[in-house]
């Protein structure tokens, strides 16, 4: 089992100069980039650490996605967005995970042992909605095999030949619920670890919540009405 790291990235230079430099290269057999467009000196930096950076030829995160799964020479991908907000060393977990024949591994900051940015807070917005969209994804798509609950977290990973058959579509941010929907609909087998998510270390998030969210609800109901 042959594991790449994929590094997604967007003006993040204060991120990538905290975690690329912490991450155990011997973890894995392939690490490369794919960059949106980033003005800020995050390319310049991955280059001097030796990371291929592959620009981003079309918008959005999905298409982020599916050109870093291109890219990819490995039997299976972890999809990790350096801002300074996961541990790196979860990044090395999901090996084991592969190895042991799940083909779709999400890091979890919603189940027991994990921790959210917004749980030290009395109200958890996102938290919330993304809770609701894990119940949902279970009522509508789910037969079999284990729930996922965090549905719109971006640190998670999948055998290639999974992906691929899950035919994910390039409707703008629908990448995270997407996978979950489709395991389901396919019987992928999955898991999720808990992980911990702390506050980005610098920047602006590219996925502001009403706007986010309304994209996923949309996606939502075309993937009731789609064909497999």
Partial sequence: ????????????????????????????????????????????????????????????????????????????????????????????KFRAYYEQGYEFVVGSRMMKGAHNEEDDKLIRPRKW???????????????????????????????TESFRRLRISDFDRSMDLEMVCRSYKFRTKRIEFPTTECSRLGGETHFKAFNTGAQVLKYFWWELWRKN
């Fill in 1 to 92: 089992m042959t594991v790449a790291l994929c590094l997604l990235t967007w003006n993040e230079i204060d991120g990538v100069r905290h975690d690329v430099p912490l991450i155990d290269r011997s973890k894995f057999d392939q690490i490369y980039c794919i960059d949106g467009g980033s003005t800020d000196g995050t390319v310049e930096f991955l280059n001097e650490q030796g990371i291929t950076v592959y620009p981003q030829q079309k918008k959005g995160i999905n298409q982020a996605c599916l050109e870093g799964v291109a890219h990819c020479e490995c039997d299976a991908f972890v999809f990790f967005h350096p801002k300074g907000t996961i541990p790196v060393e979860d990044t090395y």
């Fill in 129 to 159: 909605f993304v809770l609701g969209l894990g119940l949902l994804a279970k009522l509508f798509f789910k037969r079999e095999g284990i729930t996922v609950w965090d549905t719109l977290h971006g640190f998670r990973g999948m055998t």
